[in-house]
């Protein structure tokens, strides 16, 4: 106790000297405060972790230490170091010992108190920890990234150990190891079980080194030296003609080169080499220096003049848009309308409001393919006030448009969902882009948030405007927007220009009638625009070459071994692909149930579609964009620029076709059955089978030339296929919203879905049942679905149930938390044996 009172330069207040004789009386080994650095300082930190785990830990402040909420730390979590985020600071004195803070790895806050507070809010909303929200916002490098190593304990004592443990543990005590290379090496018998034992016991210890992304790279370029000196030394050279080594010819080659240029250019020829261009180096001919390696997002050429004259009734949409900016005011506004009506335009004149008043600006767009036609409008007008942001970047470069933003170099954010979270200062405008597409929802893994919804959260805390735009908008934006939550502008027209003429073909009348996977009437179409060279896009929304392989013996489908769905057939890999869990393997050449080689493809995917539009118009230039083609880093923009060039004509794509995509040639769409959306089961499969066709309809006919668009489907009859071939958005919007009032279905009520996840199929369905009882005696009848097998039952080793809850629509982020809070306690106390081994994962707004 004297020691502590030393340490103590001045008196303790009241509060915590009641609060050190409270803890005397429940313990009477007081040393356990003495020891406390928190006590001492009266200071204690909240620290969230990536874990699944819904709560904070606390951890005290060592004296001297600063720290403010939105900085990462480095502590002791269980027996490992890792990486946590501060969130709070406070001097309530635990009722245990603390931990202290090991290092602080940033000089300012990660999150500034906006992003934070977001992050709390999606942490209540849906129902994740507080450490998952916050790794959802940031990127590489400035995250919880980081790799575990191991290193000795700093209080071991080497001779205390035995000569195997001693061997082990030298290779630790001059450097750390990762661990994975560490379980590796010791991975079998006696080893593994001492390494085991060492980490038990503390003489080893684990701990997590931050993944840091270093600033830009230099790279190696390579000019002239000195000309007399050069002159002088080319003399002494070999004759032009005569045997001489390798890197004099490859001098020769660069003496006609322009230079300065750099190394990765150079050694594009066979006679240039690092060895080479060394040897120069050392003969006194070039010299070499480093620059600066450039972003591989360079800025376009800035044109603020290009900016469009908006029409009269653009200019009548903007005006509130732009009247709520000025005033400092959250306000949110529903943008519908028909493809090729302008709406991109809008929202460069609010941008560009934004960036007068000193704003900031984030603009969403739902898919990575829409970026680079987005970036290079944006752009064009605004310059390098523009940072994009996206999964395809490498690390450095996100890092990179991160930096830039929080300094507030760069103004505006451009990207998919993640970009949200952009550290914009002062934002303003938010615009969410074809606001009704699923890809703004996030599904795995937590947070299973929806960008839409959290963006109009982070635009009422910042004051800022909101625009949601869509040709067809969500069911739930609309009925929103009908009860006064948003404002709805409509621009039904298209400037100067007529909607396509959609004809919808019943496949049942076409049997003997068919080209291939074209009836005869689109193949004539499509000849008639090759000819008038015109461009045509076909969409079939469903990748690869066969649906599936299927045995003529037995009837036999090959499954992916890590998931209960077939495999898709790949021909131009010659691979079967699971498009879920990503198992992949060559194609049987025999069934592996009969071993039959009887083998036959059954259905289609786009490459066969690509294969076969080839055969028949083999004078045409075809490109595929799906998911496949895709894959690499600027595929979409590689893809983009070719057709918008005019180097391709038909361009054939799943949904990816149909996404906002400008070109100004296509005269042509063909829709190849269409009713494929309808065969996944959800209550929005109508509404996304709507949506498709009239979104890729919208790629037609957006210049002078009259758009043509061809349906072909085996459900003609479908109402939302009979909606979309009317143009008819408000007459679909009655008659869906109307079904759903019916049921119960969003927007009339808030689904969200519980899944259930084990090893064991009894447990996972065992789980899923009792839970269910559990919330069919708290809630209201009806109110719960289920249990089930979800869509895709096992996956990986696990096997999926589902339970799924029907909530009042207007529950927030408390009522939520609270209510599943109390669930889960009660879940606690209930849940059957064994079923520690389920993992339950919640997926609030679920939108399938």
């Not at 709390?120 to 940031?138: D, K, M, N, P, V």
């Amino acid at each position: 106790m004297l020691a502590w009172i030393k340490v103590i330069r001045e008196p303790p207040d009241a509060d915590s000297v009641a609060k050190v004789k409270n803890y005397r009386r429940k313990r009477s080994d007081f040393s356990v405060y003495a020891g406390n650095a928190a006590f001492m300082s009266n200071r204690f930190a909240e620290i969230a972790f990536p874990t699944p785990v819904r709560r904070c830990f606390t951890y005290s402040v060592p004296a001297g230490l600063e720290l403010v909420p939105g900085v990462r730390v480095w502590v002791s979590f269980g027996n490992q170091r890792s990486i946590g985020m501060v969130v709070r600071l406070h001097s309530e004195v635990p009722s245990f010992r603390t931990k202290p803070v090991l290092r602080v790895l940033d000089r300012k806050p990660v999150l500034d108190e906006g992003l934070l507070t977001l992050t709390e809010w999606i942490h209540r909303f849906y129902y994740c920890s507080w450490g998952e929200a916050i790794q959802a916002t940031l990127p590489p490098g400035l995250n919880f990234q980081s790799e575990k190593r191991v290193r000795v304990a700093e209080s071991v004592v080497v001779n205390e150990l035995n000569e195997l443990e001693k061997q082990m543990v030298e290779e630790f005590l001059e450097r750390s190891a990762a661990l994975q290379e560490v379980r590796k090496r010791w991975r079998d018998g006696d080893e593994a079980a001492r390494l085991k034992s060492l980490l038990r016991r503390g003489v080893l210890e684990i701990w997590e080194e931050p993944s840091e992304i270093g600033e830009r790279r230099s790279v190696v370029w390579w000019d002239r030296r000195d000309e007399r000196q050069q002159k002088r030394l080319e003399s002494q050279l070999p004759a032009p003609g005569k045997e001489a080594p390798k890197w004099v010819e490859g001098y020769r080659l660069i003496a006609t080169l322009e230079l300065p240029a750099p190394q990765k250019e150079l050694i594009q020829h066979p006679l240039l080499t690092p060895y080479t261009l060394k040897r120069m180096e050392k003969e006194g001919l070039i010299q070499k220096f480093y620059r600066e390696e450039p972003s591989e997002l360079s800025d376009e050429a800035e044109d603020p003049d290009s900016i469009s004259v908006l029409t009269e009734a653009q200019e009548d949409l903007l005006s509130p848009v732009v009247e709520a900016m000025e005033s400092d005011r959250f306000r949110s506004f529903l943008l519908h309308g028909v493809t090729g009506s302008g709406k991109t335009e809008i929202y460069i004149h609010a941008l560009k409001r934004a960036l007068e008043l000193g704003k900031g600006a984030v603009i969403l767009v739902p898919e990575i393919a829409l970026t680079p036609q987005t970036v290079y409008r944006f752009r064009r007008i605004f310059g390098n006030r523009i940072a994009v942001l996206h999964s395809r970047l490498g690390d450095r470069e996100r890092a990179e448009a991160w930096r830039a933003l929080q300094s507030g170099e760069k103004r505006v954010a451009i990207g998919p969902r993640s970009a949200l979270f952009a550290p914009v200062q002062n934002p303003g405008l938010y615009v969410i882009d074809e606001e009704h597409d699923s890809s703004y929802k996030q599904f795995d893994p937590a947070p299973r948030y929806h960008a839409r919804d959290v963006a109009l959260v982070r635009a009422r805390q910042e004051e800022a405007v909101v625009i949601m735009g869509s040709a067809t908008p969500s069911m739930n934006s609309l009925y929103a927007a009908r009860k006064g939550k948003h404002t709805l502008l409509e621009l039904p027209e298209r400037p100067g220009g007529e909607m396509p003429n959609i004809r919808v073909l019943d496949l049942k009348h076409y049997r003997n009638a068919m080209r291939g996977p074209l009836t005869v009437e689109l193949f004539q179409a499509i000849e008639g625009a090759l000819s008038r060279k015109e461009q045509v896009i076909l969409l079939y929304n469903r990748r690869g070459y066969a649906t599936y392989i299927q045995c003529g013996a037995c009837g036999h489908i090959p499954q992916s071994p890590d998931c209960s769905v077939s495999l898709t057939y790949h021909r131009k890999r010659d691979l079967l692909l699971c498009h879920y869990s990503g198992y992949s393997r060559r194609v049987d050449r025999a069934c592996e149930s009969c071993g039959s080689s009887d083998l036959i493809l059954q259905g289609s995917g786009t490459q066969q579609v690509e294969e076969e539009v080839a055969r028949l118009f083999p004078d045409a230039v075809l490109l595929r964009m799906d998911r496949d083609s895709t894959s690499g880093k600027y595929a979409h923009q590689k893809i983009y620029d070719r057709f918008l060039s005019g180097q391709a004509d038909i361009l054939i794509g799943t949904q990816l076709v149909s996404k906002g995509l400008d070109f100004p040639n296509v005269t042509v769409v063909g829709v190849l059955q269409a009713e494929n959306e309808l065969a996944f089961p959800s209550y929005r499969s109508g509404e996304r089978l709507f949506q498709l066709i009239s979104q890729v309809a919208g790629r037609a006919g957006r210049a002078e030339k009259r758009g043509h668009v061809w349906v072909q489907t085996w459900k003609p009859d479908h109402p939302a296929v009979g909606f979309a071939q009317r143009h008819d958005y408000h007459g679909f919007a009655k008659s869906e919203l109307e079904q759903r009032m019916n049921l119960l279905y969003p927007p009339y009520s808030r689904l969200a879905k519980f899944e259930f996840k084990s090893r064991s199929s009894g447990k996972a369905a065992q789980s899923a049942e009792v839970f269910a009882g559990l919330l069919r005696r708290n809630l209201p009848a009806g109110s719960v679905h289920g249990p089930a097998p979800a869509v895709i039952e096992w996956m990986h080793g696990h096997y999926y149930w589902e339970v799924i809850l029907k909530l009042k629509p207007g529950l927030n982020a408390d009522g939520i938390s609270t209510l599943f809070d109390r669930m889960f306690e009660e879940w606690e106390s209930e849940k059957p044996d064994g079923s520690g081994s389920v993992r339950i994962n919640v997926n609030v707004d679920a939108t399938e």
